[in-house]
């Protein structure tokens, strides 16, 4: 089955500086990339997707971008805000209706 | 709230009682899914449905485990003979079709 590898498992930035968490996927039939936001205590919230048709995505301060060949994809974040403090999981899928694989999650704390 | 919702959001239960959950997915959603999440992990894939059928069933379910959903609307999960290991947090999520996946607030189980 999938296996997804997320890093780092903590990250501490300044406001207003950039964020990247990194994340490996080892099954080769996976299409479907989301990331999801986590805050205490509260609902994963999706925040951005791509699908293995293209190699970068942005929405507004958030980007993310996927290299198929090497199965890894990275989540980026710039002009941090504290707001955007959460647990940050990404996820694998052959299709965005199929089960997704997790990653164990990173820890943004942004430091105001 | 039209989002999924799912009830109780906290159960304290103790070993070898059996409990339920209740998963209400967004209304045109056809898809529905179940995650278990622990402390400091990404959620880990239990089972799903498309309409009323469940399609796909996680080796982590364990035949103390059962998941319906007998009208394709809403979907009870039941643990029977609860032992401390399934204390978690277990989340439900649907989607349309194969669009992506929106998630619950989830229900915290804690057994004694």
């Known amino acids: 089955g999938e296996n997804v590898e997320q890093h780092p498992s903590t990250l501490s930035v300044q406001e207003g500086d950039s964020a990247v968490i990194k994340c490996t996927y080892s099954?080769?039939?996976?299409?479907?990339f989301p990331w999801y936001k986590q805050e205490l205590g509260k609902r994963p919230q999706l925040i951005i997707d791509?699908?293995?048709?293209?190699g970068e995505k942005k929405d507004q301060r958030i980007a993310v971008t996927l290299n198929k060949t090497a199965k890894h994809f990275s989540l980026h974040i710039t002009e941090t805000q504290p707001e955007d403090s959460a647990v940050y999981f990404c996820a694998a899928s052959v299709f965005a209706g199929n089960q997704f694989y997790f990653g164990t999650g990173t820890s943004l704390t942004v430091i105001p | 709230d039209t989002g999924v919702s799912q009830d109780p959001r906290h159960k304290i239960t103790k070993r070898g009682q059996n409990v339920t959950f209740r998963c209400d997915p967004i209304?045109?959603?056809?898809?529905l899914y179940w995650y278990r999440q622990t402390l400091g992990q990404g959620p880990e894939f239990l089972t799903y449905f498309q309409n009323e059928a469940q399609l796909e069933k996680s080796r982590l379910l364990s035949d103390r485990f059962s998941a319906e959903r007998p009208k394709g609307s809403f979907s009870t999960l039941e643990i029977q003979r609860t032992e401390q290991g399934d204390s978690a947090m277990y989340l439900c999520?649907?989607?349309?079709?194969?669009?992506?996946?929106?998630f619950g607030p989830g229900t915290r189980l804690l057994v004694l």
């Open positions: 999520a649907s989607s349309f079709r194969e669009e992506t996946q929106y």
């Open positions: 791509i699908r293995s048709n293209v």
């Open positions: 209304s045109e959603h056809n898809r």
């Open positions: 099954d080769s039939a996976s299409n479907y």
